[in-house]
């Protein structure tokens, strides 16, 4: 085994310098720079953008370009942003941060809601109730959610005209007057701001977990060996938890380390649309944009985490199911 | 005489004692300094989140040292004018050659940490802008056709700016805000650029900000919301007709919120004081919540247009293709092209009748500057084929399409960028126009990046036939783009041969540099007038629509500006005017 993850590691490091590179050649490929907005300006002068140009080093082939960046990582140094001209890490750690405010309750809830309902669906197939709850996973794999947090919006807004009152926030993450309230009451605070996204942020998922989770369920349910504990008259609640779903189970427990690149990659368009300072805003912006470093630095830390994921994954999956042994 | 000496040394004492202040003339607001209120908070949103509190290296519009600098210095405009008033200079004087300005400094003016604000802060700051290593955006600004201006500190309290050559634009540079020469100059000392490209970060605690503004940084939270409070300091020298210190509000909090969707929504659940819409869409919700009495609010439809343009643009530089080159190097083509642009049905389609048609290169909101008398070259698809014929395209080939006697077929490519729907919308209508006189345009939506690229190509043979783009920015005092006009221009976006390839371009070159130089507004606007005229016969640039600006307000605010100069350009207030009614 310890050989085993010793040779995983080694892997990784191929693996690290060819998806890096590859990911820096793409960024570079997209046409234009930091600097092309500014050279729409009528008052900025072309030997202005040349001498910026050479301050950021973009003048500069691009594998001269990547071996400096590569340098600078190697020293566990990202690179640094133009627009904020200060390191990346700094500036997009504090956003990571915010996004986890979002991804850790809304994954947990997911799990804990999209597997039960995943099993309810298995084990009453096409019941009344299995028939509602798959109308809405439709609904809810259709809506994409950035639609879904303008409707919450919508609502909130319809509630507020109606009754005076705005029982959760529209957008931001914390109230005004937030510098100056106990700190009891800012955890509270930002609670309060991430109920609705964190409900948006889990819908969409919740479709798709809980209709893969009852898929799992209905086949492992169809296997021999269930039929066999069934015959064997063992009680139906035993045959369900402690045979069938420990096995439905084992590919959900095989993708949680897939869960940590999502921890830092914040929640999506939810974040853009209701004004929460998560990754995903600025990341987009760090886009548009073209702030080179900043886009090659994160992409870098999910790659990283994504790599120590799958190794995670791969041994959890080892751990689970009895099937696999890896020498 | 004696006695006389005795007054004036004392008048002189008392001018030392206490701070010479400001005052913010009444006719900037509707408001009487009777009904004002001191305190409250100021709630407004912004679409991009702030990079860093160093006014040295921010390179956007809407940055925070702009914002609690109140990006004033020695002289602002009056907005009921236009006029050049002295600001944080008590008064000026203008050399006889026009050469040299000097500025007296307004004493008695503090940093926030209680320092006085002197001559050293300009010429320290002056020094920052314009290190080249350092890369401040403002470095152009110091420089007049690669020339330097410089500052010479004459005393404590005079300070004097020495121009290469007489310049409209000399108070704008004079304009520029100071910043704290005792905070900035040693870092500066003994490190340099780099030096003082580490400082005031985001990162940077509020306290450690010096303003010499209104605002002082309370906090920040990235991507969340800037809260500014009220400087002491400048209400020492900044008051009201009525003597009281400014501004009078307490607070100044901005919420980033980077969808305009989510904005209207804060607007509409009372959450932010100031927005403006700038869709119908938009418009129509704040209006009916407004109508229905869920929102007290005031909405100021089609306020003025914005300063902005939209045009299309042919390429002068096709080497590659001589019946393509001398089409679009025909100032007959382009008039035709003009006469197809439909630019009412542009702002009623596009902008939702929120709109104002274009026809020059001034923008519709610097009014005083545009020649009403120039041909305007409207929609008129007769003329437009009439212009075609004279160029030889009279008959119709098999598609409908107009061919000369060769059987050449009028036929070129328009590009936009992809992603701004409103300059795609256009470029479909000028699509189906072309095609009713027949002329066959094929429009492509291309990356943003590479449309630049292609429209800032140069030499001989540039890789584009016709493009939609659009700029911002250009001054009241010279509304015409330094790099835009000269035949060398880096904007200079339809010929980039590096010469004048028609002797209109030259004249407008000319032109440009004389009343670049010329101090008399009244002259500079005819030339500006004289420039127009020109550009309407060559019409290097077709002009087409912008939108209109439509503020709104919580009517929790008072203090707007009165109707006459609320626009795009002076905004709907001052914020040191502003005040919380309720």
Redesign the interface.
């Known amino acids: 085994m310890t050989a085993y993850i010793l040779r995983r590691i080694l892997y990784l490091i191929p693996t690290f310098f060819g998806a890096t590179f590859l990911a820096f050649l793409i960024i570079q490929l997209?046409?234009?720079?930091y600097l092309?907005?500014?050279?729409?300006?009528?008052?900025?002068?072309?030997e202005?953008i040349a001498?910026?140009r050479a301050?950021f080093g973009l003048d500069r082939p691009i594998y001269e370009q990547y071996l400096l960046w590569m340098n600078n990582l190697l020293h566990l140094n990202l690179g640094y942003s133009f627009?904020?001209?200060?390191p990346v890490l700094?500036?997009i750690w504090?956003?990571v941060v915010?996004s986890m405010v979002i991804v850790i309750p809304s994954t947990l809830l997911l799990y804990l809601v999209a597997i039960p309902i995943g099993v309810y669906g298995a084990v009453r197939q096409y019941s009344l109730g299995d028939r509602i709850l798959s109308f809405l996973a439709y609904i809810g794999l259709s809506v994409p959610s950035f639609f879904l947090a303008?409707i919450a919006?919508?609502v909130?807004?319809q509630i507020?005209?109606r009754t005076g009152t705005?029982i959760f926030p529209?957008?931001?993450?914390?109230s005004?007057g937030?510098?100056q309230m106990p700190p009891l009451r800012q955890i509270l605070d930002i609670a309060w701001h991430a109920v609705v996204p964190v409900l948006v942020a889990t819908a969409n998922d919740i479709a798709g977990l809980s209709r893969l989770m009852r898929g799992q369920m209905l086949e492992v349910l169809g296997q021999d060996y269930i039929r066999t504990a069934r015959a064997k008259g063992l009680a139906e609640r035993v045959v369900l938890y402690k045979h069938a779903f420990r096995n439905a189970v084992i590919p959900f427990v095989a993708t949680l380390g897939g869960l940590l690149p999502s921890l830092i990659s914040g929640a999506g368009f939810v974040e853009?649309?209701?004004?929460w300072?998560?990754i995903t805003?600025?990341f987009l912006?760090a886009i548009a944009n073209?702030d080179l470093y900043v886009i090659a630095g994160f992409l870098t830390v999910s790659l990283v985490l994504l790599m120590i994921g799958n190794l995670i994954s791969d041994l959890l999956l080892a751990w689970v199911d009895p099937r696999i042994r890896y020498e | 005489m004696r006695k006389a000496f005795w007054l004036a040394a004392a008048l002189a004492l008392a001018g030392v004692a206490s701070a010479q202040t400001f005052v913010w003339p009444q006719k900037w607001t509707v408001a009487k300094p009777s009904e004002v209120k001191r305190g409250g908070t100021l709630r407004q949103a912004t679409i991009s989140d702030y990079r860093t509190f160093n006014p040295f290296i921010t390179a956007e519009a809407d940055n925070v040292p702009a914002t609690i600098s109140g990006a004033r210095g020695l002289v602002i405009r009056d907005p009921t004018t236009g006029d050049w008033i002295p600001y944080m200079a008590e008064s000026f004087s203008v050399s006889a050659n026009k050469l040299e300005i000097t500025f007296k400094i307004r004493k008695g003016m503090k940093w926030s940490d209680g320092r006085p604000i002197t001559a050293d802060d300009w010429i320290m700051t002056w020094r920052i802008h314009t290190d080249k290593a350092v890369g401040s955006n403002r470095y152009d600004d110091f420089f007049i056709d690669g020339k330097p201006i410089t500052l010479r500190k004459i005393d404590d309290y005079t300070i004097r700016f020495i121009y290469p050559r007489t310049d409209a634009d000399a108070f704008r540079v004079a304009s520029f805000a100071p910043w704290p020469a005792h905070i900035f100059g040693p870092v500066y000392q003994k490190d340099g650029a780099e030096g003082i490209k580490k400082m005031w970060t985001l990162n940077e605690k509020p306290e450690n900000i010096v303003s010499g503004g209104p605002w002082l940084i309370e906090s920040y939270r990235p991507g969340e919301r800037l809260v500014l409070k009220r400087n002491p300091a400048f209400g020492e020298w900044n008051k009201d007709a009525a003597g009281n210190p400014l501004p009078y509000l307490d607070r100044y909090e901005i919420k980033i919120v980077k969808d305009t969707n989510a904005q209207l929504a804060e607007f509409l659940a009372g959450n932010i004081d100031v927005f403006a819409p700038s869709t119908v869409d938009h418009i129509s919700q704040v209006r009916q919540a407004i109508q229905q009495g869920r929102l007290d609010a005031t909405l100021k439809v089609n306020a003025s247009p914005v300063a902005s343009s939209q045009f299309m643009v042919f390429n002068w530089n096709k080497a590659s293709d001589p019946f393509k080159q001398s089409l679009f190097r025909s100032d007959k083509f382009r008039r035709a092209m003009s006469h197809i642009v439909n630019r009412q049905a542009v702002v009623d389609i596009v902008y939702g009748g929120l709109g104002t048609p274009m026809y020059t290169s001034v923008y519709p909101v610097l009014t005083q500057w545009i020649n009403p008398k120039v041909p305007k070259y409207e929609y008129d698809l007769r003329q437009a084929a009439k212009l075609l014929a004279e160029l030889g395209f009279i008959k119709k080939d098999r598609e409908g399409y107009l061919v000369d006697s060769r059987g050449r077929r009028i036929e070129f490519n328009l590009a936009t960028n992809a992603g701004n729907t409103q300059r795609e919308q256009i470029a479909k209508l000028i699509v189906d126009e072309a095609k009713k006189v027949g002329v066959k345009v094929n429009f492509q939506a291309i990356d943003f990046n590479t449309l630049v690229g292609q429209l800032l190509s140069s030499g001989p043979d540039r890789p584009f036939d016709a493009i939609i783009i659009g700029l911002t920015g250009g001054g009241l005092d010279w509304p015409f783009g330094p790099n835009v006009v000269p035949c060398k221009g880096n904007l200079h976006m339809w010929n980039k041969s590096g010469q004048c390839l028609d002797p209109r371009e030259t004249q407008l070159d000319a032109l440009y540099s004389r009343g670049r130089t010329e101090l008399d507004f009244k002259k500079r606007v005819e030339i500006g007038y004289r420039m127009q005229e020109i550009e309407a016969q060559l019409l290097p640039v077709i002009y087409i629509a912008g939108p209109n600006y439509h503020p709104a307000w919580n009517n929790r605010l008072g203090g707007e500006h009165p109707d006459a100069i609320i626009s795009s350009i002076w905004g709907q207030r001052e914020l040191e005017l502003t005040f919380i009614k309720k």
Not at chain 1, 30 to 33: F, L, Q, S, V
Not at chain 1, 83 to 86: E, I, K, L, S, T
Not at chain 1, 272 to 275: D, E, G, H, L
């Open positions: 997209a046409p234009g720079d092309t907005q500014r050279e729409l300006d009528p008052k900025v002068t072309p202005t001498r910026l301050q627009a904020f001209q200060a700094e500036v504090p956003r915010n303008l919006i919508y909130l807004l507020k005209f705005l529209v957008s931001g993450m914390t005004s937030f510098e853009v649309v209701m004004a300072p998560g805003p600025f912006d073209q």
